[in-house]
């Protein structure tokens, strides 16, 4: 057994003594290093599976899609210079009819590749095996799909190929990096129910889309160094003849960019909540801390008589705050781990890919506590070195009387209005301006904290309200495998149930504005229509102007334009016509990229007569599954988005994710108040019990002294809620800032109910921490704390 | 005979420190009469303060009884003895325990402000002679200004009682006396019933009576026959 110096023990005991608040410091420090062991190892464990997982598996850099080109081609494409590698492969869209599920699914097939060792975004088979070679009707489904339906190796599922039903078999289940996110054309978030990726042998996907010896797709990897723009071009180059609608790299990679921005976002939580937090713990580690030294000035100076040096009593000050910060780190990271690992898992259901980034809970954990020895270091300093340079004669007297003196707060004319118990406060406040500030500060990061974080869910709740109940009122939303004639209109709206069906005209286009360049989809929408609008972040419709084209806010800015610019549209499909378009307005939705035409103004683009790529139906919910049947069975149908089935899985996706990080910066917003609010009160009464004592002497009845004691903790709470709401305001927007993309925007959303929530939640925190420090001074022995001077 | 205003019958006070008992009064009996002027005198540990603390109200007896004319003090809970010591009792320390963050004249007002019939802050300073001081805070006073200012505090609700705890054990010989005059002085002005315990036995000269403790118990208890003034006193 290891012997304890005294010191050591003297250590142990006043950390005993300090429990309450060796706890409360602990407990914020451990907010700190759980939100940064849960956010790091999380976001070490995705970047680090995600890049070991495109170099495994050879995740492509740059991708294309055409209408055919005859496998010769590929010989120009490999001469591209600055490509490492290229393959050309089939990819097509497909209708799916999975058992037990009502409504159509829709898929992609992409076909396997040549390279028997897999070749560019090699599969990682998960369970069964490969589709044996030429086989016309074995396809492997992705996981995502896979598990969403229930499908195993063995089971059969129908697809619309080609316009011809047939039946797949799955034979085994599989990942790409290429589809580790899946998100189908038209949606804003995965539904792995219905929409799936199937992969299949290419002679046997060749026969069925009676594409032999011809490719739709190209993926390549660049070398490295290798100027991507320049190989992009010529890629376009190369393609335009057979029909490319435009290279593009990883960057409008959709799986890529999904994933890629989750962990930008997470990267950004990852270093401002732990940072938050720590400064919070380090400033309370240096309010107990000095504390102590203040009351220990005779032991210290006795210590010194002894004849311990400077340097180790510092030492002995600056071990107890390690002592509480490795207590916090411990649960820190015993309940960061957990909550990592759970978090992981919710990640595992939206993002398939193998989580093989190795085992980061060392490293984090390493990381964490080296993280709370900072802290507690930094909190410590200050007091340590106090206590070191304190004069061994003068310290084993007792501190003279605190010099105070009238403040400017007094000569604006305070002083008239307050009592002598009001001056009292204000005077103790006033002395230590920076303790002061640095707990109002605490407690505004701790309103802020749930201000932001609800302001944000709400801001998702709105973004929902906004898309499925302002724009996108239709019930399903039907795609066509190609563009069609109105005849197409005629009959989904002929069909029994649909009582509204109001066509579209969706072009794959790329902007240009200047030397600036972006792809993206315009939206050709009918004029006044009903059913899907144009709105802005406010609700209110907007109406497509007969020529010219809405942008959105995001949008505009990065292709630096402004309403009355011009902007070329070049379209990516049919004869690729390209056409200036006057810009007739900015809309603000918070949906990222998009651009919003007349369908007349699509079809006039295109040169074509009044055509459309689908419809927006509105059907009686009663024929609902008929009409589903019947799409499913419409060769000509490449697929339908539900709005229900959408709503559902959003709802799904926030009430889990978001639940669990709104309750988690509720108790940490609530740690932050009850430490701050509990140790600044313990703190008080430990340097004016005697004062409070000599109140209740003089006859100043439990309930007066408890409210001279509490008023200056009431005061900082009272100050710092307000600027808290202020500072959440400000966060909110950072945050905004920092987590809005290409794809989307988060809109800014502050209702009074989150700003009245935030401080009641950490008011109440508060109060019930100065309730705890008020039972001390209730049951506070007069007698005793009159003597303690002496 | 003056009517006797506090009546301790038969009472001890035993503290419990860990498992030990400390029996700091035995059965001890006193009474004290209107305007008198007592001091208490006795070595450390003899019970002194213990006698000063169950006739302030900020402790209880274990046994017996303490009356205040017609309150019993030894049956009343923290409420009772909290509106008592309000009400009646003005108390000085060795210490001062003044307020540091308040001036002489607030420490002052803190307790006329709770107070039913009070003096005016300034007219108590006055009568401590620190009438130029009000505005100074503790740090600014030397250590005779803060006690006097104790007083001034003590004082300005006209308390029925001024109990002083070893009021110039922590002052040199000339401040000390400047203190005594300030208590004389309220004594033979305000007629206010006034008990010093101190070390210092030629203070006893000051009192009606002088009580003198030991291990306890009054093992003595003399009436003096001429009280000298304070600037009369020498030690």
């Given at each position: 057994?290891?012997?304890?110096?005294?010191?050591?023990?003297?250590?142990?005991?006043?950390?005993?003594?300090?429990?309450?608040?060796?706890?409360?410091?602990?407990?914020?420090?451990?907010?700190?290093?759980?939100?940064?062991?849960?956010?790091?190892?999380?976001?070490?464990?995705?970047?680090?599976?995600?890049?070991?997982?495109?170099?495994?598996?050879?995740?492509?850099?740059?991708?294309?899609?055409?209408?055919?080109?005859?496998?010769?081609?590929?010989?120009?494409?490999?001469?591209?210079?600055?490509?490492?590698?290229?393959?050309t492969r089939l990819s097509v869209r497909v209708n799916l009819d999975v058992p037990g599920l009502a409504e159509p699914a829709r898929g992609r097939i992409v076909?396997?590749?040549?390279?028997?060792?897999?070749?560019?975004?090699?599969?990682?088979?998960?369970?069964?095996?490969?589709?044996?070679?030429?086989?016309?009707?074995?396809?492997?489904?992705?996981?995502?799909?896979?598990?969403?339906?229930?499908?195993?190796?063995?089971?059969?599922?129908?697809?619309?190929?080609?316009?011809?039903?047939?039946?797949?078999?799955?034979?085994?289940?599989?990942?790409?990096?290429?589809?580790?996110?899946?998100?189908?054309?038209?949606?804003?978030?995965?539904?792995?129910?219905?929409?799936?990726?199937?992969?299949?042998?290419?002679?046997?996907?060749?026969?069925?889309?009676?594409?032999?010896?011809?490719?739709?797709?190209?993926?390549?990897?660049?070398?490295?160094?290798?100027?991507?723009?320049?190989?992009?071009?010529?890629?376009?180059?190369?393609?335009?003849?057979?029909?490319?609608?435009?290279?593009?790299?990883?960057?409008?990679?959709?799986?890529?960019?999904?994933?890629?921005?989750?962990?930008?976002?997470?990267?950004?939580?990852?270093?401002?909540?732990?940072?938050?937090?720590?400064?919070?713990?380090?400033?309370?580690?240096?309010?107990?801390?000095?504390?102590?030294?203040?009351?220990?000035?005779?032991?210290?100076?006795?210590?010194?008589?002894f004849g311990y040096s400077g340097a180790e009593i510092a030492l002995h000050y600056l071990k107890l705050a390690l002592v509480i910060s490795l207590l916090g780190?411990?649960?820190?990271?015993?309940?960061?781990?957990?909550?990592?690992?759970?978090?992981?898992?919710?990640?595992?259901?939206?993002?398939?890919?193998?989580?093989?980034?190795?085992?980061?809970?060392?490293?984090?954990?390493?990381?964490?506590?080296?993280?709370?020895?900072?802290?507690?270091?930094?909190?410590?300093?200050?007091?340590?070195?106090?206590?070191?340079?304190?004069?061994?004669?003068?310290?084993?007297?007792?501190?003279?009387?605190?010099?105070?003196?009238?403040?400017?707060?007094?000569?604006?004319?305070?002083?008239?209005?307050?009592?002598?118990?009001?001056?009292?406060?204000?005077?103790?406040?006033?002395?230590?301006?920076?303790?002061?500030?640095?707990?109002?500060?605490?407690?505004?990061?701790?309103?802020?904290?749930?201000?932001?974080?609800?302001?944000?869910?709400?801001?998702?709740?709105?973004?929902?309200?906004?898309?499925?109940?302002?724009?996108?009122?239709?019930?399903?939303?039907?795609?066509?495998?190609?563009?069609?004639?109105?005849?197409?209109?005629?009959?989904?709206?002929?069909?029994?149930?649909?009582?509204?069906?109001?066509?579209?005209?969706?072009?794959?286009?790329?902007?240009?504005?200047?030397?600036?360049?972006?792809?993206?989809?315009?939206?050709?929408?009918?004029?006044?229509?009903?059913?899907?609008?144009?709105?802005?972040?406010?609700?209110?419709?907007?109406?497509?102007?007969?020529?010219?084209?809405?942008?959105?806010?995001?949008?505009?800015?990065?292709?630096?334009?402004?309403?009355?610019?011009?902007?070329?549209?070049?379209?990516?499909?049919?004869?690729?016509?390209?056409?200036?378009?006057?810009?007739?307005?900015?809309?603000?939705?918070?949906?990222?990229?998009?651009?919003?035409?007349?369908?007349?103004?699509?079809?006039?683009?295109?040169?074509?007569?009044?055509?459309?790529?689908?419809?927006?139906?509105?059907?009686?919910?009663?024929?609902?599954?008929?009409?589903?049947?019947?799409?499913?069975?419409?060769?000509?149908?490449?697929?339908?988005?539900?709005?229900?089935?959408?709503?559902?899985?959003?709802?799904?996706?926030?009430?889990?994710?978001?639940?669990?990080?709104?309750?988690?910066?509720?108790?940490?917003?609530?740690?932050?108040?009850?430490?701050?609010?509990?140790?600044?009160?313990?703190?008080?009464?430990?340097?004016?019990?005697?004062?409070?004592?000599?109140?209740?002497?003089?006859?100043?009845?439990?309930?007066?002294?408890?409210?001279?004691?509490?008023?200056?903790?009431?005061?900082?709470?009272?100050?710092?809620?307000?600027?808290?709401?202020?500072?959440?305001?400000?966060?909110?927007?950072?945050?905004?800032?920092?987590?809005?993309?290409?794809?989307?925007?988060?809109?800014?959303?502050?209702?009074?109910?989150?700003?009245?929530?935030?401080?009641?939640?950490?008011?109440?925190?508060?109060?019930?921490?100065?309730?705890?420090?008020?039972?001390?001074?209730?049951?506070?022995?007069?007698?005793?704390?009159?003597?303690?001077?002496? | 005979?003056?009517?006797?205003?506090?009546?301790?019958?038969?009472?001890?006070?035993?503290?419990?420190?860990?498992?030990?008992?400390?029996?700091?009064?035995?059965?001890?009996?006193?009474?004290?009469?209107?305007?008198?002027?007592?001091?208490?005198?006795?070595?450390?540990?003899?019970?002194?303060?213990?006698?000063?603390?169950?006739?302030?109200?900020?402790?209880?007896?274990?046994?017996?009884?303490?009356?205040?004319?017609?309150?019993?003090?030894?049956?009343?809970?923290?409420?009772?003895?909290?509106?008592?010591?309000?009400?009646?009792?003005?108390?000085?320390?060795?210490?001062?325990?003044?307020?540091?963050?308040?001036?002489?004249?607030?420490?002052?007002?803190?307790?006329?402000?709770?107070?039913?019939?009070?003096?005016?802050?300034?007219?108590?300073?006055?009568?401590?002679?620190?009438?130029?001081?009000?505005?100074?805070?503790?740090?600014?006073?030397?250590?005779?200004?803060?006690?006097?200012?104790?007083?001034?505090?003590?004082?300005?609700?006209?308390?029925?009682?001024?109990?002083?705890?070893?009021?110039?054990?922590?002052?040199?010989?000339?401040?000390?006396?400047?203190?005594?005059?300030?208590?004389?002085?309220?004594?033979?002005?305000?007629?206010?019933?006034?008990?010093?315990?101190?070390?210092?036995?030629?203070?006893?000269?000051?009192?009606?009576?002088?009580?003198?403790?030991?291990?306890?118990?009054?093992?003595?208890?003399?009436?003096?026959?001429?009280?000298?003034?304070?600037?009369?006193?020498?030690?």
């Open positions: 057994m290891v012997r304890l110096g005294p010191l050591d023990l003297k250590l142990l005991r006043d950390a005993w003594n300090l429990r309450g608040q060796v706890i409360a410091c602990a407990l914020v420090v451990a907010g700190g290093i759980n939100s940064f062991v849960l956010l790091s190892s999380v976001n070490r464990s995705l970047a680090a599976s995600q890049a070991l997982f495109y170099e495994t598996h050879r995740f492509a850099d740059v991708f294309a899609d055409l209408v055919r080109a005859p496998e010769p081609v590929a010989r120009a494409l490999a001469q591209i210079p600055g490509l490492a590698a290229m393959e076909s396997l590749s040549r390279d028997p060792a897999g070749g560019l975004n090699t599969l990682h088979l998960r369970k069964g095996r490969m589709p044996a070679p030429g086989s016309q009707d074995e396809v492997l489904a992705a996981e995502a799909f896979a598990v969403a339906n229930r499908l195993a190796p063995g089971d059969a599922i129908r697809g619309v190929m080609n316009g011809r039903y047939q039946s797949l078999k799955v034979v085994g289940v599989a990942n790409s990096p290429e589809f580790i996110y899946a998100l189908g054309p038209g949606q804003l978030v995965p539904d792995n129910q219905r929409y799936g990726v199937l992969w299949m042998d290419r002679k046997g996907l060749e026969k069925a889309y009676d594409m032999e010896g011809a490719f739709n797709s190209v993926t390549a990897r660049a070398q490295p160094g290798a100027s991507l723009p320049a190989v992009l071009g010529e890629m376009d180059r190369v393609l335009a003849p057979w029909g490319g609608v435009g290279a593009y790299d990883r960057e409008d990679q959709i799986s890529h960019r999904f994933l890629s921005d989750e962990i930008a976002q997470n990267r950004t939580m990852a270093r401002v909540t732990p940072t938050i937090f720590l400064a919070v713990g380090a400033f309370l580690l240096y309010m107990v801390l000095t504390r102590l030294v203040q009351l220990q000035r005779s032991q210290v100076g006795l210590l010194k008589a780190a411990a649960i820190g990271v015993g309940t960061g781990l957990p909550f990592a690992s759970a978090m992981l898992d919710l990640y595992g259901e939206y993002y398939y890919f193998p989580m093989a980034g190795g085992d980061q809970r060392a490293a984090v954990a390493g990381a964490g506590t080296a993280l709370a020895v900072i802290a507690a270091i930094a909190g410590a300093i200050p007091a340590a070195l106090r206590a070191a340079r304190l004069p061994p004669a003068e310290s084993m007297r007792p501190e003279p009387p605190a010099v105070f003196h009238a403040g400017w707060l007094e000569r604006w004319g305070l002083r008239r209005a307050l009592r002598p118990a009001g001056r009292m406060l204000v005077r103790n406040l006033a002395r230590r301006p920076l303790r002061f500030l640095a707990s109002v500060a605490g407690i505004a990061i701790a309103v802020s904290l749930l201000v932001m974080m609800t302001a944000m869910l709400d801001g998702i709740r709105y973004l929902m309200d906004w898309q499925f109940k302002v724009v996108q009122r239709e019930d399903v939303q039907v795609v066509l495998a190609e563009p069609r004639s109105r005849e197409a209109l005629h009959a989904f709206a002929a069909m029994r149930g649909v009582v509204q069906a109001e066509p579209f005209r969706i072009v794959a286009v790329r902007f240009h504005a200047g030397h600036r360049l972006k792809r993206g989809i315009l939206y050709g929408l009918e004029d006044s229509p009903a059913l899907r609008r144009v709105a802005g972040e406010d609700g209110r419709a907007i109406e497509v102007p007969p020529d010219g084209l809405l942008l959105t806010g995001i949008f505009a800015r990065d292709l630096g334009v402004r309403a009355g610019d011009t902007i070329e549209v070049e379209a990516m499909e049919g004869k690729r016509p390209r056409r200036t378009l006057r810009v007739a307005g900015v809309v603000d939705e918070p949906i990222g990229y998009a651009a919003y035409v007349s369908r007349a103004t699509a079809n006039r683009l295109m040169e074509e007569g009044d055509v459309l790529t689908g419809a927006y139906l509105r059907v009686d919910a009663r024929e609902r599954e008929r009409i589903f049947a019947a799409l499913k069975a419409m060769p000509q149908v490449a697929g339908a988005n539900l709005r229900e089935a959408t709503l559902e899985r959003f709802d799904e996706m926030i009430e889990r994710s978001v639940g669990i990080m709104i309750t988690v910066n509720l108790v940490f917003a609530w740690i932050i108040a009850f430490g701050l609010v509990y140790n600044g009160a313990r703190i008080a009464l430990s340097e004016r019990g005697y004062e409070l004592a000599t109140l209740r002497v003089l006859g100043f009845t439990q309930r007066e002294s408890a409210g001279l004691l509490l008023g200056e903790q009431a005061a900082i709470t009272g100050a710092g809620l307000p600027l808290g709401l202020a500072l959440g305001i400000g966060l909110t927007l950072y945050f905004i800032w920092m987590l809005s993309t290409q794809m989307w925007r988060m809109p800014y959303v502050m209702t009074g109910a989150n700003l009245v929530g935030a401080m009641a939640a950490v008011a109440v925190a508060a109060v019930a921490s100065g309730g705890a420090v008020a039972w001390r001074l209730r049951h506070m022995d007069l007698v005793a704390a009159l003597k303690a001077r002496e | 005979m003056p009517a006797s205003v506090f009546r301790m019958r038969d009472v001890s006070k035993v503290y419990r420190v860990g498992d030990l008992e400390v029996v700091a009064l035995r059965e001890v009996s006193l009474e004290l009469h209107a305007g008198e002027f007592v001091v208490l005198l006795g070595p450390s540990g003899s019970g002194k303060s213990t006698l000063l603390n169950l006739l302030g109200g900020l402790d209880t007896p274990t046994s017996g009884e303490v009356d205040y004319l017609d309150h019993d003090l030894s049956a009343g809970g923290d409420e009772a003895l909290t509106r008592f010591r309000r009400e009646h009792v003005g108390f000085v320390f060795q210490f001062y325990n003044l307020i540091p963050s308040l001036t002489a004249a607030e420490n002052v007002a803190l307790v006329t402000d709770i107070a039913r019939n009070p003096m005016d802050p300034h007219e108590a300073l006055a009568i401590v002679g620190l009438s130029e001081r009000a505005e100074h805070f503790p740090a600014q006073l030397s250590g005779g200004e803060q006690q006097r200012v104790a007083i001034a505090r003590a004082i300005a609700k006209r308390p029925d009682v001024l109990l002083c705890d070893e009021p110039t054990g922590a002052l040199d010989v000339e401040t000390g006396r400047l203190v005594l005059e300030a208590l004389d002085r309220v004594n033979r002005e305000l007629g206010t019933i006034t008990a010093v315990i101190t070390h210092n036995a030629s203070i006893a000269a000051m009192g009606n009576r002088v009580i003198r403790l030991s291990s306890g118990r009054i093992v003595d208890i003399a009436a003096n026959a001429t009280r000298l003034r304070a600037s009369e006193l020498s030690w």
